[in-house]
């Protein structure tokens, strides 16, 4: 026989699409032909499966071998067809029966020594092969349990080229996906730490229970980073569908902490602000990777001293935060990544960021107009609540800790009104209030009274608002009242909200 073929998997963002690694051996001068689109990492394969295969004591043929990955017009990058390139090689020998494969997901990538090695990727190549009805899948050991959470795969792990050519031959099994080892808990930041800031504390529980955007400024020390770092605590853990898309993206990534194969807790990024525009909105020679705002996919971005960001990094956010999807045009193709995030914003007063009322900053008015300037007035239009937090107070400091609220205090009043919120729109497959298109609260339905919404429509009359700002106040009314246990918002939900927004006291 000199023709096999096993079944893969390449990545089109992050979705799947099956590859078929195609093998033809004929006689000529000894070489190996690669087509199918591949890039270097695959193209280098060539010297990684010669020594695989003879390090696991097979015979290399001194044949003519054509690899092809078809469909050939779909460009394949990454080491996971290593294994399949082995596997097929062989089985064009004749001397390695393929019966064992028919149906089957094979990927992996092959060290030096024949052993399997973990590739990037797994979860949604896995899950694109069981949509095409494919019930059965080898990976690597280290990949086993990341596959086996797609549902109805029959997942079989392999730790080296021998162990899978054993299995065909019916001389020795594979391995079954290790159960995923507990992770030591990880203690979260609690709220019950912030010391003060009442207003701080009440705009992290709004966001957290809408979904909406926050931009805290205020002085060093005021509790920005605190606040910010405490979201997550209060965000309810993900369901399914969500947790198998954040931890697909991860994989991509190659983010997946070991013994964690399924991401639960919505994901925290923070980015330092040297980050550059790819690293915060993904990019990438080729076919662009998820960056940090894909990577916080159902959870929190996180950009403390947000002026210090270049302005073209900000303003990239502008359209994902509308969308919900970052689409990354590179030379080999359009990629679309999800970015469904919580914005959190953190920012000095100024450059010198000097105390308040500190006689040793200088800055000018137009000195701090031009610093907090560096977050444009679209980007800033886009965040739901905006607070400046005054400084601490001895008495804030000194208070009993055990008298404030708690994360898991708060998490539970976010959770009911979460679930209130999921409810209402539901036939929208909205998850949140953040997430309702403003068309949809301006319908009759869920229209409120003139009276109720009078001071809100005076400010979109006089153009002291946009039409944007106006529907994402209407977007807090609703989350206050379902923190608060009313059927809709009053005159009061509206008046905190715009008291949120512009950054006040109550």
């Not at 162990?163 to 391995?175: A, K, W």
């Not at 809408?210 to 060093?220: E, K, N, S």
């Not at 910010?228 to 947790?243: K, T, W, Y």
């Not at 040793?360 to 609540?385: E, M, N």
Request: aromatic content about 2%; glycine content about 10%.
């Amino acid at each position: 026989m000199s023709y096999a073929m096993v079944l893969c998997a390449a990545l089109e963002g992050v979705a799947g699409q099956l590859v078929r690694v195609e093998a033809d051996l004929a006689p000529g001068l000894p070489m190996v032909v690669l087509s199918g689109l591949p890039d270097t990492a695959l193209n280098e394969a060539r010297e990684r499966v010669r020594a695989a295969i003879t390090n696991s004591g097979e015979r290399w043929p001194q044949q003519r071998i054509s690899i092809n990955l078809d469909p050939a017009d779909l460009r394949k990058r990454g080491s996971s067809f290593d294994l399949p390139i082995a596997l097929s090689i062989l089985g064009g020998t004749g001397t390695l029966p393929l019966a064992g494969l028919d149906g089957v997901l094979v990927l992996g990538e092959l060290g030096l020594d024949g052993s399997v090695r973990p590739v990037r990727g797994v979860l949604p190549m896995v899950a694109a092969a069981a949509r095409h009805g494919v019930a059965k899948a080898i990976v690597p050991i280290r990949n086993a349990a990341e596959a086996a959470l797609v549902p109805g795969m029959r997942v079989l792990a392999a730790d080296t080229l021998g162990r899978v050519i054993g299995f065909l031959r019916g001389s020795c099994t594979l391995l079954e996906p290790p159960d995923a080892a507990p992770l030591p808990g990880r203690a979260e930041p609690d709220l019950a730490d912030v010391a003060g800031q009442e207003m701080g504390r009440l705009g992290v529980e709004l966001a957290a229970a809408g979904g909406h955007h926050l931009a805290l400024f205020g002085p060093p020390g005021a509790g920005k980073t605190m606040l910010a770092r405490r979201l997550p605590s209060l965000l309810p853990q993900l369901d399914d569908e969500a947790s198998l898309e954040v931890t697909a993206l991860h994989s991509i990534a190659g983010t997946l902490a070991p013994g964690e194969p399924l991401l639960r807790r919505p994901p925290y990024q923070a980015p330092h602000h040297t980050s550059s525009v790819a690293s915060l909105v993904g990019g990438g020679s080729g076919l662009a990777r998820p960056g940090a705002l894909s990577l916080a996919h159902r959870g929190v971005l996180f950009l403390d001293e947000a002026p210090e960001f270049s302005r073209q990094a900000l303003d990239t956010l502008r359209q994902p935060l509308e969308g919900g999807v970052v689409t990354l045009g590179r030379s080999r193709g359009v990629v679309v990544y999800p970015a469904q995030v919580q914005l959190v914003l953190a920012a000095n007063p100024c450059p010198c960021a000097r105390p308040s009322g500190d006689a040793a900053c200088a800055c000018t008015p137009q000195v701090k107009r031009r610093y907090l300037g560096r977050v444009s007035g679209p980007l800033l239009d886009r965040i739901d609540i905006r607070l400046t937090l005054l400084p601490l107070k001895a008495a804030h400091l000194f208070t009993d800790a055990s008298l404030r609220e708690s994360s898991q205090v708060v998490a539970q009043r976010v959770a009911v009104a979460r679930d209130t919120a999921a409810t209402r729109w539901a036939g929208l497959g909205a998850r949140c209030n953040g997430e309702v298109p403003g068309t949809v609260l301006r319908q009759r339905r869920w229209r409120l009274p003139d009276d109720v919404t009078g001071e809100l429509r005076h400010r979109l009359d006089t153009g002291a608002m946009s039409a944007r700002g106006h529907d994402r106040v209407l977007r807090m009314a609703w989350t206050l009242s379902d923190l608060a246990g009313l059927d809709r918002p009053g005159k009061e939900e509206i008046n905190i909200a715009l008291t949120l927004r512009d950054g006040g006291t109550l």
